[in-house]
């Protein structure tokens, strides 16, 4: 499994390096800030503790290609991504994003320190003129990371029948939980990503 300190590699890490390194996944650390004292050398000070959240690595690669750089307008933008804590979406204040850490899909037997749960969406379809159309409404949930790790420990593909089984999943809103019961339509269930809660 690959792990890699972002805040000593990322400067020089591409797109094709990242793939090549088997890299999936950022973790990144919000930081709630307020103005320093008058008096200190620097402008801005942290109003609160750091938290960390977990994006895939192609939301924090740029149109060129390359990772995006920290404390950047374009990185700061992940403040509302869906992964992001909620006193990140919250935060009205100034604030910076940087990178914690780059790694690949947690495993069996190697996964991120503090990495507990996956973050999975469930998408419903519904028939419409003999084609499945999936609206806009979808539900999202977290399920112990073990929960998305099939028989050899590898994360398990989305829209498939492992995948399929989390709408089952005790953690699952019950609208979900119930559809096959509810419905005869299909659905789809995507892993999106990593949280620690």
């Known amino acids: 499994m690959s ?72 990185l700061n933008e992940l403040r509302t991504h869906d992964n992001a804590p909620e006193n990140a ?11 914690d850490e780059l790694f690949a899909a947690p495993n069996a037997d190697d996964s991120p320190q503090g990495l507990t749960h996956a973050v999975v969406t469930f998408h419903p379809q519904i028939p419409v003129d003999k084609r499945l159309v999936i609206p806009d409404d979808t ?23 492992e995948s399929d089984q989390l709408a089952r999943h005790e953690n699952a809103p019950e609208i979900v939980r119930r559809w096959g019961e509810l419905t005869d339509w299909c659905y789809q269930v995507t892993v999106d990503g990593f949280t620690t809660k």
């Open 3 to 74: 792990h890699q300190s972002a805040s000593s590699h990322h400067d020089s890490i591409d797109a094709r390096s990242v793939a090549e390194s088997n890299v999936t996944h950022a973790r990144l650390m919000f930081r709630p800030e307020e103005p320093a004292a008058d008096d200190s050398p620097v402008q801005f000070t942290l109003a609160a503790d750091p938290e960390t959240f977990v994006v895939p690595i192609e939301d924090v690669v740029g149109a060129d290609g390359t990772l995006i750089e920290d404390e950047t307008p374009a």
């Open 139 to 161: 539900w999202t949930y977290a399920v112990p990371v073990q929960e998305v790790l099939d028989e050899d420990g590898a994360l398990v593909e989305d829209n498939t029948a």
């Open 89 to 99: 979406v919250e935060w009205d204040g100034p604030y910076t994003i940087i990178y």
